[in-house]
């Protein structure tokens, strides 16, 4: 299993980011798919899920300014980010879980300045 996450980068407030975490090893389709996020100083934090049928949930954080989606035919799932605010800034994971067992990408870096 490899999830490659990229998109990340420096912003100013207000601004936007996409974020692309391309997935292989697995049948992509059958699972649903996370991000993370890990800011300087702080624990890891949950921030958006995935399901198989395309249901979406988030932390109240990023509601209505974060959008998880995939593409199934290109075994990758993606997050949009507007109105980027400094608090945003961390480490953003993309996140797998198959037979009990998690997978975690590389990380991409956020970086919103103000």
């Known amino acids: 299993v490899q999830l490659q996450a990229s998109g990340g980068g420096l912003v100013q407030a207000g601004g936007s980011l996409r974020l692309s975490c391309a997935a292989s090893g697995f049948i992509f389709r059958l699972y649903p798919m996370a991000w993370y996020r890990q800011a300087p100083g702080k624990q890891r934090e949950w921030v958006a899920t995935i399901t198989t049928g395309s249901s979406t949930n988030y932390v109240s954080s990023v509601k209505g300014r974060f959008t998880i989606s995939r593409d199934n035919g290109e075994n990758t799932v993606y997050l949009q980010m507007n109105n980027l605010k400094p608090d945003d800034t961390a480490v953003y994971y993309c996140?797998?879980?198959?037979?009990?067992?998690?997978?975690w990408g590389q990380g991409t870096l956020v970086t919103v300045s103000s």
């Open positions: 996140y797998a879980e198959m037979s009990s067992r998690a997978y």
